[in-house]
């Protein structure tokens, strides 16, 4: 079975310039997370979708920021303009309901975000 | 609110040694705990879990106990390999915080010499 899928892999990309993070969840699951992982702060949750309604967004850091998830197998991750500070590696993770407190969560490999 | 502290890395080991790696945490009430582990250019993946106080969590060789009097989950393992060089996270999830929301610590860089 394919595990969460992220692309691209690696992106550079210059400040002020529009980026777009893709994540497709394992087939099945219902609930999606977006993270992200920066030496100083570590690994943050910066929104979470069950049934593809976005839940908590509240880890999300600015209006910069947005996600969607428009269907059951496909979430994007925006960043619009983006800054050298939003250079990092982004996450994504799903798991089958998010209700239960300990549902493992299936982590893809990641984006590392470069911005200059 | 919630939180998880584990030990400073790098830690530097030779093969077959003993690991510990420690970790603590806040939270009311009664938590999950898990440790992540981290391969190079790898995603997250769940070495173990426990859920309740005085559960034993193991995978691969590695065990942590859930105490709860000391707030503490340690990750052990008896004799480590250069293939378990990785980053260690340990989380914890619920007890008083959201059931879905995990709450991670900055991560310990375990690398392990032939």
């Known amino acids: 079975d394919a595990g969460v899928i992220q692309s691209p892999r690696h992106e550079v990309t210059e400040m002020g310039q529009e980026v777009t993070l893709r994540c497709k969840p394992i087939?099945?699951?219902?609930?999606l997370f977006w993270y992200r992982q920066t030496m100083m702060r570590g690994l943050e949750l910066l929104i979470y979708?069950?049934?593809?309604?976005?839940?908590?967004d509240s880890g999300m850091p600015e209006d910069r920021f947005s996600a969607k998830m428009p269907n059951a197998s496909f979430s994007t991750l925006k960043i619009q303009p983006s800054e050298p500070r939003d250079s990092a590696v982004y996450f994504c993770?799903?798991?089958?309901?998010?209700?239960?407190?300990?549902?493992?969560?299936?982590f893809g490999p990641g984006t590392r975000l470069t911005v200059l | 609110g919630n939180s998880v502290t584990q030990m400073e890395g790098p830690v530097t080991l030779s093969e077959e040694a003993f690991l510990t790696i420690n970790c603590t945490y806040t939270?009311?009430?009664?938590?999950?705990l898990f440790w992540y582990v981290q391969y190079p250019g790898e995603g997250l993946q769940l070495l173990l879990k426990?859920?309740?106080?005085?559960d034993k969590g193991s995978n691969k060789g590695f065990e942590a106990t859930y105490r709860k009097e000391t707030t503490s989950f340690h990750l052990e393992k008896g004799s480590v390999q250069v293939s378990d060089s990785a980053v260690y996270f340990c989380?914890?999830?619920?007890?008083?915080?959201?059931?879905?929301?995990?709450?991670f610590g900055k991560g310990t860089l375990l690398t392990v010499n032939p």
């Open positions: 993770a799903s798991s089958l309901s998010g209700e239960s407190s300990y549902n493992e969560q299936f």
């Open positions: 979708f069950n049934n593809n309604v976005p839940i908590d």
């Open positions: 989380a914890l999830s619920g007890g008083g915080g959201s059931n879905y929301k995990l709450t």
């Open positions: 087939s099945g699951h219902n609930s």
């Open positions: 426990a859920t309740k106080a005085d």
């Open positions: 939270a009311t009430g009664y938590p999950s």
